[in-house]
């Protein structure tokens, strides 16, 4: 355990804590990540002031520049009492970017609980964005893509060349990056072009295909195009390799266009990123490359011409030979295929998971069937694992909140029964400051009860009725403070069956009409808060309008209201932030949409787009 008793830190000489303080960047956040302390340093380096930032969440354990699982690693390393090291990288509030070489400690007090967490920071940004050029350079002196006698791109998703092997329409290399490939064709050419490339990107599946420009002069041009996706490790698609051939004549280009598939077999055969493995049509493998290799432990030499039953796992060969049977025919078919899981076998008998996706192809009269495989074991691992912590954790939340209300329950039934007791005005000042804290705890744990009740019972999907969810939730909330003083308009047009989770979609509703009635504002008698649902409904989704006129929110604040234990009502220090994440977590999970529009003042508006789930 690395951590540092908090009281250890206090008896420290204060001399001390001031050198370190002034020749470091320093933070101090409490256990839930919001900042009690920063130094000037830090100050400087993010471009704000610290009055800005003190009680906010830690940005910069938010930084888009890092993914989700640096996170994860890091918070659980220091709430297990450990020291966590490493680069953290974000933008200052004017846009620059910085890279930090980070030290975070937790601070424990005498029960050995985490209080707070010390962060000791040095700023390693011309380090940093000197080793990129370093990078840069390495890569730019490397001419191994020049010697291929094709244009070859890398392109992201929407069409920007982020890497090219040479010169292109008179441009040098240098001059093409960062421009669009597109840009280079006619309009005409455009449409077709982009479209293909989207398909292949949404398939994750290599296609090609011809296309013809004119240049300057008008002639024709043809080329031969091969698109194929590029995949990060867990299977998103995060770019796409372009192979353009020019073909100086269409009609009689046979000859071409042996030697390109001669080119284009030899550029994939090294590729050892991916498993690209090809058959023809009676399942035999005919070619595979450096990535297939690695995987399944053959040699090139020992594989070729064997069927592809020898890559398949025992126990499941007759579902997967069912499965790849199904796709052969969707292929055919001319059908949309989908990425398959498959469970393969290596030379040494370990077995491991791969996703696939299949495309097929034809020379002359005899087709042949290419599949590009991303092995997915750590990813299986990683689900599981998720699936195990999923449902302790919901169970967790389960217990928690039914055993937070019996406690809360009691408390307020004694403080009623004190209230008809004459007590002095001091006495009574302090009960009421204790009721206060009684309801927001029972609020709180009855929020938690609700997501509990949520996340554990797994409702079936049937036809919602939103007049009747609405009626009923409205009659819960009577209550509720302000609600006599507010006018309710309902608004439900059921044109089409909308069918989902009924206790889902109810947590939603009484959530935001629950929010809309809290953070209502006094406004005169001849002019009353007013709170407006309206329904849509129509065969495929669902749209639920939930707006007021109440004191609204900051625009700049609407980003972070989803989050967990986020107030954005600084002025109303009521609730809890627990209800609008666990609505989106809803929506999320209903694969639909949510957005809000609000400025301080006039109101806000919620509005969720659901999908029918049948």
Not at 103 to 116: A, R, W
Not at 505 to 532: F, H, P, W
Request: net charge neutral; charged share 25%.
């Amino acid at each position: 355990m690395e951590a540092i008793k908090y009281s250890l830190l206090s008896s420290l000489n204060d001399e001390v804590l001031e050198t370190v303080f002034e020749n470091s960047i320093v933070s101090i956040t409490d256990s839930l990540g919001r900042i009690e302390y920063v130094n000037n340093k830090f100050c400087k380096i993010l471009d704000c002031n610290a009055n800005k930032l003190i009680g906010e969440t830690h940005e910069l354990l938010k930084s888009p520049l890092h993914s989700d699982r640096v996170y994860k690693n890091l918070w659980r390393t220091i709430k297990m009492g450990n020291k966590w090291s490493g680069v953290l990288a974000d933008f200052s509030k004017t846009g620059n970017p910085f890279w930090l070489d980070t030290t975070i400690i937790p601070l424990i007090n005498e029960e050995q609980k985490n209080v707070k967490y010390l962060a000791i920071y040095n700023d390693v940004t011309k380090y940093h964005e000197k080793n990129i050029k370093l990078l840069q350079d390495d890569l730019a002196s490397k001419n191994f893509l020049k010697k291929i006698p094709l244009n070859v791109f890398t392109i992201s998703r929407y069409g920007k060349i982020l890497n090219a092997n040479k010169r292109f329409c008179s441009n040098k290399v240098n001059d093409l990056i960062d421009t669009y490939l597109y840009d280079y064709f006619s309009p005409e050419v455009f449409e077709y072009f982009k479209q293909n490339i989207d398909k292949a990107c949404v398939d994750k599946l290599t296609h090609e295909f011809e296309l013809y420009d004119f240049n300057v002069v008008g002639e024709k041009k043809f080329f031969s195009v091969v698109v194929s996706p590029n995949f990060d490790e867990i299977g998103v698609v995060v770019s796409a390799t372009i192979a353009l051939y020019k073909i100086t004549k269409h009609n009689s280009s046979s000859n071409k266009l042996i030697d390109a598939e001669a080119k284009f077999r030899t550029i994939y055969q090294s590729i050892n990123v991916g498993i690209i493995v090809v058959a023809n049509d009676k399942g035999n493998i005919t070619e595979w490359n450096k990535g297939a290799e690695a995987a399944f432990g053959y040699e090139k030499e020992e594989i070729i011409g064997k069927s592809l039953t020898v890559l398949m796992s025992d126990k499941y060969r007759k579902g997967n030979i069912t499965q790849l049977k199904k796709t052969v025919n969707r292929i055919k078919n001319k059908q949309n295929v989908n990425a398959v899981e498959m469970c393969c076998l290596n030379k040494d008998g370990s077995q491991f998971p791969v996703e696939f996706a299949l495309s097929s192809g034809k020379i002359g009269d005899s087709s042949f069937y290419c599949a590009m495989m991303l092995d997915i074991t750590k990813r299986k691992l990683l689900e599981n694992k998720l699936k195990v912590k999923t449902k302790d954790l919901e169970l967790f939340l389960y217990r928690s909140a039914h055993d937070l209300k019996a406690p809360f329950s009691s408390a307020e039934g004694l403080l009623d029964l004190l209230k008809d007791e004459k007590v002095s005005e001091e006495k009574e000042l302090l009960m009421g400051m204790l009721d206060t804290v009684v309801k927001d705890g029972k609020e709180l744990s009855e929020s938690l009860s609700q997501a509990s009740n949520i996340l554990i019972n797994k409702s079936e999907i049937k036809k919602i009725n939103f007049s009747k969810i609405i009626d009923g939730v409205l009659a819960s909330l009577k209550g509720v403070e302000k609600f006599s003083a507010i006018n309710f308009k309902v608004d439900v047009i059921d044109t089409c069956d909308f069918n989902s989770y009924q206790e889902k979609i109810k947590y939603i509703l009484q959530n935001l009409i629950q929010n809309a009635i809290k953070y209502s504002t006094d406004i005169e008698e001849l002019d009353k808060s007013y709170v407006n649902i309206i329904v849509r409904t129509s065969q495929k989704e669902v749209i639920v309008i939930v707006e007021d006129n109440g004191v609204g929110m900051h625009k700049k604040k609407i980003h972070k209201i989803f989050d967990l234990y986020y107030r954005a009502n600084r002025f109303n220090e009521t609730g809890h932030g627990l209800g609008l994440y666990v609505v989106k977590n809803i929506v999320s999970e209903l694969k639909g949409r949510v957005s809000v529009e609000s400025s301080v003042g006039n109101g806000a508006r919620f509005e969720i787009v659901l999908p029918s789930s049948v």
